[in-house]
């Protein structure tokens, strides 16, 4: 299985600034990697796919980067209704695997 | 408009076979490259992927979960079913469906999910 490590595990950040979390993977997985955000009591929400397409909906302040085992997720300003788990997931093979998630709390 | 609805029981017993249905609309399980998968979160902790089934009835399971677990589809009813068996407390989680588009490799519509807490 291809595990999937995230750093860091939470991060405590203020309204505007720019946050990046960042996504390893044990093995290359080219750019098969997604980025989800939970709320608590929520489902989560796509918000990048193929490591830096914007899904559709999506803030233009969100981005992400990388390819083959280091990704991250950039946040360039954050606002009150981005804090919340962020979680990178990989799409390269089978078992799929999620990261363990980065909280991201107000400071 | 594309939704995903589970259902279940909201608890069951250790060593009893947990069954969950997902009923979607807004898309065909039988159109090439559509799936279904069942992913599952036990309170405060981490997503756990479980299960996906695809439009050509591929199946693919966690490799930790996977002597206990079955997934299967009948489309002409848009119901995906999970089933998993011997329970234990640890399983107890919010479990989710979700579409996962097979070319595009990502899950871009969840249910709400479903709380199955297991405790005798």
């Known amino acids: 299985d291809i595990q999937m490590t995230q750093s860091p595990s939470s991060l405590s950040a203020s309204v505007g600034d720019r946050v990046t979390i960042t996504c390893r993977a044990s093995?290359?997985?080219?750019?098969?990697l997604n980025w989800y955000q939970q709320k608590p009591g929520q489902a989560p929400n796509l918000l990048i796919y193929?490591?830096?397409s914007l899904q559709s909906g999506v803030p233009s302040r969100f981005s992400g980067s990388g390819s083959g085992t280091a990704f991250t997720l950039t946040i360039s300003s954050l606002q009150p209704e981005d804090f919340a788990t962020y979680y990178c997931?990989?799409?390269?093979?089978?078992?799929?695997?999620f990261g363990q998630g980065t909280k991201l709390e107000i400071k | 408009q594309v939704t995903l609805r589970q259902s279940g029981p909201a608890l069951v017993k250790p060593t009893q076979t947990l069954t969950l249905t997902c009923t979607f609309s807004g898309f065909s399980l039988s159109t090439t490259g559509m799936c279904v998968s069942w992913i599952r979160q036990p309170p405060g902790k981490a997503l756990e992927w479980l299960a996906l089934?695809?439009?050509?009835?591929?199946?693919y399971y966690s490799t930790s979960l996977k002597t206990r677990l079955t997934i299967s589809k009948d489309s002409s009813k848009n119901q995906v079913v999970l089933t998993m068996n011997n329970m234990d407390p640890v399983d107890t989680a919010t479990y989710y469906c979700a579409r996962y588009r097979g070319y595009d490799s990502y899950f871009d519509y969840w249910g709400q999910g479903t709380l199955v807490t297991v405790s005798s």
């Open positions: 193929a490591a830096s």
């Open positions: 997931q990989q799409s390269y093979s089978y078992p799929r695997t």
């Open positions: 093995q290359s997985i080219n750019t098969y």
């Open positions: 089934i695809d439009w050509d009835d591929d199946k």
